[in-house]
């Protein structure tokens, strides 16, 4: 318990960090505090200086990440620029945007006890704390599981797992729900507050701002070009926030734009079932023979003009559904055809004049010194012209709003940043189906609708195909929904008939947002789903 005179877990002072190659801060003037057992939620756009203000306090900046730091940064009255990482990580756990990055061994139970080895736990000890920490988080029949086996969603758990077996006083949570189906995500943020409960203070970096508002932030932090520009409460907060940079509730967001003209989209998508572009026939997977089938009897096709998105949980086959289709992964039984070839006798270079594909994890991508070379890449190795590459890298740079990062190292940018650099790079070489695997993730509101909308309306594709486990993302683009559990599609067809089913949706860990309540009640009004913005016009 705090008592009067204990240090704050943590204390902000006029913190300022320039990286030592860029001319300008990162982050400015930044000042603040933690009390015991408060939440607070950071957000903000996209590059604004949420993860760099992150990496002061956790020690990795500018001891991993070299530059100029002013201020003073104070952790339960230490002061952080005197204390070694291994000190720090004592006081301060820090869970990545991306796990890949986070997770190092190959098995889940050497990776929990990879932290309390390196503080020479003795071995029956460290097996204990990690039992009691998979326990807690629900993922004790991950013990024994290969790391590199793990669904995204799965990877978060485990990474969590590595840092609350610490038993840090300060957690520093960098987008952790990014990878986390809906229900996972509620799970997730339940725990977060029942940490707070338990003593733990919290600072919460997330681009899903109106799910961490169930758990009632003690304090939300809005940071816009490396500043914080609001410090208080949800209902101050809820006033003032801009709609078109913060998801907020539908309801809100649709009263609060009725005076506002908002443009429709110029290009549309209508369906062509007459002209099949790639064709699942009785399709069934699994990773070894050992191993339960990871998908079961898949039958579907995509048409020239649909906008399909694919729901449902952590480890329903999704990102294995999709692999097939570019060839990265070949049916255990079954056909996958692309362009009425089996891709079983296609290489993958081959399948790319085809389908253009954006992995979950931007680091799985990025290779290239630059991002003008990353996006330049895939349209050189297809043959294209050098105009042609030109007039495509700067398309794809614009359409992503990166255009002040060309000469910037992809790996060198935030995590957000380098999910819309793997997009670009694919977008540059136009392909006639675009593939994403979690488009959204790590991506601030306006950013990911920009974004969306560019490759929306630019023609050139004749279908797009999405992974998310954004529903609101599918309710305000797709024109078809594919709902997976399982290993198994479970509902498919338009938006409007899918996701009226909640029982079903829930069977997918899918969970009705404020958008979905919204559109469903307007429904009779509107024909069809619509952004809380146009729902307005409706009200």
Same mark, same amino acid.
């Given at each position: ?41 950071? *957000? ?20 991993? @990440? ?24 004592? $006081? ?13 061994? !190959? ?36 013990? @024994?599981? =290969? ?20 038993? %840090? ?9 990014? !990878? ?7 799970? #997730? ?7 707070? =409960? ?31 520009? @609001? ?9 003032? *926030? ?11 967001? *649709?009263?609060? #734009? ?33 191993? %339960? ?9 995509? $048409?020239?003009?649909?906008?399909? #998105?694919?729901?449902? $949980? ?9 692999? $097939? ?24 270079? =081959? ?5 253009? @594909?954006? &992995? ?6 990025? &290779? ?18 050098? =105009? ?26 935030? &995590? ?20 994403m695997d979690e488009p959204t993730a790590g991506q601030d509101y306006w950013n990911y609708h920009s974004f969306m909308s560019s490759i929306l309306d630019m023609p050139g594709y004749d279908a797009i195909l999405f992974i998310t486990?954004?529903?609101?993302l599918a309710i305000a683009y797709a024109n078809r929904v594919i709902l997976m559990a399982n290993g198994q599609i479970i509902r498919d067809g338009a938006p409007e008939e899918v996701l009226k089913d909640i029982s079903t949706l ?22 069809? &789903? ?10």
């Open positions: 318990m705090q008592t009067p005179h204990s240090p704050l877990p943590l204390v902000v002072e006029n913190l300022t960090f320039r990286y030592e190659r860029r001319e300008l801060p990162a982050i400015k003037n930044i000042s603040f505090s933690i009390q015991p057992g408060q939440i607070i939620l950071l *957000a903000g756009s996209s590059g604004c200086g949420k993860t760099t203000l992150m990496r002061c306090i956790n020690g990795l900046a500018p001891t991993i @990440y070299k530059g100029e730091m002013s201020g003073k940064i104070s952790v339960f009255g230490h002061d952080v620029t005197q204390l070694s990482l291994l000190q720090l990580s004592q $006081h301060v756990g820090t869970l990545l945007q991306d796990p890949e990055r986070q997770i190092v061994a !190959s098995h889940v139970l050497n990776e929990v006890a990879f932290g309390l080895e390196n503080l020479g736990v003795p071995r029956l000890r460290i097996l204990q704390r990690v039992d009691k920490t998979l326990e807690y988080l629900g993922i004790d029949h991950l013990k @024994y599981k =290969e790391t590199f086996k793990l669904s995204g969603g799965e990877k978060q758990k485990v990474a969590l797992a590595g840092v609350l077996v610490m038993e %840090p006083k300060l957690l520093l949570l960098d987008e952790p729900l990014a !990878s986390l189906d809906p229900a996972s995500a509620a799970e #997730a943020l339940k725990l977060f507050k029942r940490l707070a =409960e338990d003593g733990i203070s919290i600072l919460l970096v997330e681009h899903r701002v109106e799910d961490v508002l169930a758990i009632e932030p003690d304090l939300i932090m809005f940071m816009e070009d490396g500043e914080i520009t @609001y410090q208080g409460d949800v209902k101050g907060f809820l006033e003032i *926030a801009d709609f078109s940079k913060v998801k907020l509730p539908a309801e809100i967001v *649709a009263q609060r #734009a009725k005076s506002i003209q908002f443009p429709q989209r110029t290009r549309s998508f209508e369906p062509d079932t007459s002209s099949e572009l790639l064709r699942f026939e009785n399709v069934s997977f699994q990773y070894r023979q050992d191993l %339960p089938l990871t998908l079961k009897n898949i039958n579907f096709s995509i $048409h020239k003009g649909e906008i399909t #998105a694919i729901l449902g $949980h952590n480890g329903a086959g999704k990102t294995t559904l999709v692999k $097939h289709a570019l060839g990265l992964l070949k049916p255990t039984s079954g056909t996958v055809y692309l362009d009425g070839k089996d891709t079983r006798k296609m290489t993958i270079a =081959e399948a790319a004049h085809t389908i253009g @594909y954006v &992995f979950q994890s931007p680091t799985q991508m990025l &290779f290239a010194p630059t991002v003008e070379q990353e996006l330049t890449f895939g349209p050189q190795n297809l043959g294209f012209s050098k =105009e042609e590459i030109q007039k495509n890298v700067d398309w794809a740079i614009q359409t992503v709003h990166l255009e002040g990062e060309k000469q910037t190292p992809p790996l060198a940018l935030s &995590f957000g940043q380098q999910k819309r650099v793997s997009i670009a790079s694919v977008l540059s070489m136009k392909s006639r189906i675009l593939m486990h954004d529903l609101d829930e069977k997918a860990h899918v969970l009705p947002t404020s958008l979905l309540s919204l559109n469903l009640k307007l429904l009779p009004k509107t024909k069809k &789903f619509l952004r809380a913005e146009l729902l307005a016009n409706f009200i």
